[in-house]
């Protein structure tokens, strides 16, 4: 099996912000990293998941949203994917997550939290992330990444590659 593109970044450096991990078929994965991984607390599950119920609502009535093709979270907690066809800067992404942060720190409720519309509705919290939502608009804001490092694998021979 080989190592797929995503774990060869360098996580230990990594910091918040929005990055593309893939470009392929005319899809670009867009990585918005919330949290610094390892490095600080990962989004708690259920602000991670009214974080996607209320990303997608914005992301797929927005002005771009002929174009979004998927929004979801990262397994390991600390952000979230978006994929879209069309060709998409970080930039572009970068202002559009903006606006859909605002709109989030608007919301008195999160969509879709019923027994027929998601299949674990009680695991929401919207005051936690709303919180998420707010620090991670001001980082988007006044402390932008969006250059992945990638990792040094050290083969058993001593030569050293990195998979970009
Ligand atoms: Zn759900």
Known sequence: MEVIQSFTID??????????????????TFDLR?????????VAPAAMHSLEHL??????????????VYVGPMGCMTGMYVIM????????M?????????????QKEVPATTPATCGNY?????????????????????????EYT?????LPDGKVFADA
């Open 85 to 92: 066809t069309g060709n998409y800067t970080v930039e572009d």
């Open 150 to 154: 990638p990792l040094q694998v050290s």
């Open 122 to 146: 009680l695991l929401h919290d919207l005051p936690m992330c709303q919180w998420e939502s707010r620090r991670y608009l001001d980082r988007l804001r006044n402390d932008f990444h969006s």
């Open 94 to 106: 970068r202002s559009l997550t903006i606006e859909c942060l605002e709109w989030v720190l608007k």
């Open 55 to 68: 990303m997608a609502t914005w992301f797929r009535n927005s002005s771009a949203k002929d174009d979004v």
């Open 34 to 42: 919330i949290t610094a991984p390892n490095r600080e607390p990962a």
């Open 11 to 28: 996580h230990t450096c990594l910091n918040p912000g929005i990055y593309v991990s893939r470009i392929d078929k005319g899809f670009t």
